[in-house]
């Protein structure tokens, strides 16, 4: 598989090999759909909770007497049936996290990069680099582009100047080759890699 490369100011920059093993699969949906999961479990705060009948601050004492009365038995205030009163089995904190293997999780993401292969999504950079870090100027380089919500995946080493201007732009992303994962790459619209990108992505993916 053969793809262009272009550079920021959209002049041609020759060609580059896409390995079949990484960008040539049959996207499956029941893979990517389980590495998502995973992600977005993991990324759960898990901080809810909820006051158990211990916790809640009303008197212990017993309301009113057992017998005589022609009410319901009742205990104190602190029971699940009044208002205020603690929760039975509520949430508490915890962490949403499972299990995943590192060879499923490898695989989704060859499968996340042939579906964006697959879609004409990919677009192969000479480089992200730029003289100042100005992000007006990164601004028209998107428009003339077309990258309405785009993912640049870098090299392990991503220069400073494009990442301070990429900062403050909506719609772009910036992430080194060992942070490309799944769940960012599906939601961009235009995945940029760099040289550099790609060969960190054939490193980590051999």
Same mark, same amino acid.
Do not use: C
């Given at each position: 598989?053969?793809?262009?490369?272009?550079?920021?100011? #959209?002049?041609?920059?020759?060609?580059?090999? %896409?390995? &079949?093993?990484?960008? $040539?699969?049959? *996207?499956?949906?029941? +893979?990517?759909? /389980?590495?998502?999961?995973?992600?977005?479990?993991?990324?759960?705060?898990?901080?809810?909770?909820?006051?158990?009948?211990? &916790?809640?601050?009303?008197?212990?004492?017993? +309301?009113?007497?057992? @017998?005589?009365?022609?009410?319901?038995?009742?205990?104190?205030?602190?029971?699940?049936?009044?208002?205020?009163? $603690?929760?039975? @089995?509520? *949430?508490?904190?915890?962490?949403?996290?499972?299990?995943?293997? /590192?060879?499923?999780?490898?695989?989704?993401?060859?499968?996340?990069?042939?579906?964006?292969?697959?879609?004409?999504?990919?677009?192969?950079?000479?480089?992200?680099?730029? &003289?100042?870090? @100005?992000?007006?100027?990164?601004?028209?380089?998107?428009?003339?582009?077309?990258?309405?919500?785009?993912?640049?995946?870098?090299?392990?080493?991503?220069? *400073?100047?494009?990442?301070? #201007?990429?900062?403050?732009?909506?719609?772009?992303?910036?992430?080194?080759?060992?942070?490309?994962?799944?769940?960012?790459?599906?939601?961009? /619209?235009? %995945?940029? +890699?760099?040289?550099? $990108?790609? $060969?960190?992505? &054939?490193?980590?993916?051999?």
């Amino acid at each position: 598989m053969k793809a262009d490369v272009i550079t920021l100011d #959209a002049a041609s920059a020759g060609s580059v090999e %896409l390995p &079949e093993a990484i960008f $040539g699969l049959k *996207p499956r949906a029941d +893979i990517l759909h /389980r590495v998502v999961r995973y992600q977005l479990a993991a990324r759960q705060q898990g901080t809810h909770k909820a006051k158990t009948r211990s &916790e809640t601050n009303f008197s212990r004492r017993k +309301i009113y007497g057992q @017998k005589r009365t022609g009410r319901a038995r009742h205990g104190d205030r602190n029971a699940p049936l009044f208002r205020s009163g $603690g929760v039975y @089995k509520g *949430p508490v904190p915890r962490s949403h996290a499972h299990k995943l293997p /590192r060879k499923f999780r490898r695989l989704g993401l060859r499968h996340a990069l042939s579906a964006k292969a697959q879609a004409g999504d990919i677009v192969i950079l000479d480089g992200a680099r730029m &003289e100042t870090p @100005k992000t007006g100027a990164l601004a028209r380089v998107m428009r003339q582009l077309g990258w309405d919500k785009a993912l640049v995946v870098d090299g392990d080493a991503i220069d *400073p100047n494009f990442a301070l #201007a990429a900062r403050n732009l909506v719609g772009l992303d910036v992430l080194p080759g060992r942070g490309a994962n799944v769940y960012d790459i599906l939601r961009s /619209r235009t %995945l940029v +890699i760099t040289r550099a $990108g790609l $060969g960190a992505l &054939e490193e980590r993916l051999a």
